[in-house]
């Protein structure tokens, strides 16, 4: 019968009639194809936790070894010996520890999801990931010592030295408000906005008397969140553009 056929996922796992498998399949299969002590991580983990966006390509799989697994197809193998059985507590997201389950699937916790996420991906993923764990109510461990403020001007920055823009004046004082970047001539505000600085409904509600103060000073004001300088940076580009040339 076409629905009990087995499908071959990885050397000694086998999917039940199903040859698309889905990506809790793809994950749950990529762990036992690595045995005892496998656990999903890095960004694959960070997908399990919903910090970050599933994609195609190996999965990535962290085992407690330095040696003696092979590497298999489909499968990014990280070898890491701090990862043994003695410092493996199961605990859930939300604690400490390094490794746990979420829908029967072993996974690094989201600590030590995001750990592994640095230096491994973009820092704005890195960055995304965060927020969203903040969003889930995660505490982390060093949250507070991220330059994550800094972090998205200089995505901005980078962002208008990739179009060639004039350069604008950072963090100045017009009257009793500080901006992110002005383009004095052209009398272009613009502020970049982070879900970290943005918790409250007083920051809210400076945002507004900032930008009704500004323009009724003859300023215009762009304001974008960190994520459409992310995600969509050509159209944060253009708009830039045309207010410059306005």
Request: overall charge positive; some cysteine; proline content about 6%.
């Amino acid at each position: 019968m076409q629905s009990g056929r087995l499908h071959r996922l990885h050397r000694g796992v086998y999917a039940v009639g199903h040859r698309a498998p889905t990506h809790h399949r793809r994950w749950m299969a990529a762990v036992l194809a690595c045995g005892e002590g496998a656990f999903l991580s890095h960004h694959s983990a960070a997908a399990l936790w919903e910090l970050l966006r599933p994609i195609n390509g190996p999965v990535h799989v962290s085992v407690p070894s330095t040696s003696g697994r092979k590497r298999r197809p489909g499968i990014h193998l990280h070898r890491v010996p701090s990862l043994s059985p003695s410092s493996l507590p199961i605990r859930g997201g939300r604690e400490g520890g390094h490794c746990t389950r979420r829908h029967r699937i072993p996974v690094t916790t989201i600590q030590r999801t995001i750990d592994d996420l640095e230096g491994t991906v973009p820092s704005y993923l890195v960055r995304r990931a965060r927020r969203q764990a903040e969003l889930k109510g995660i505490h982390l461990e060093g949250a507070e010592r991220k330059r994550q403020r800094s972090d998205l001007e200089e995505d901005f920055l980078a962002l208008f030295l990739a179009n060639r823009f004039p350069p604008p004046e950072t963090n100045v004082k017009l009257g009793r408000w500080e901006v992110d970047f002005l383009w004095r001539t052209q009398r272009l505000v613009v502020e970049v906005d982070s879900f970290t600085y943005h918790r409250g409904s007083i920051a809210f509600e400076d945002d507004y008397a900032r930008d009704l103060d500004l323009r009724q000073r003859g300023f215009t004001v762009l304001r974008f969140a960190d994520t459409q300088i992310e995600n969509e940076p050509d159209r944060v580009a253009a708009d830039v553009a045309a207010a410059l040339n306005a």
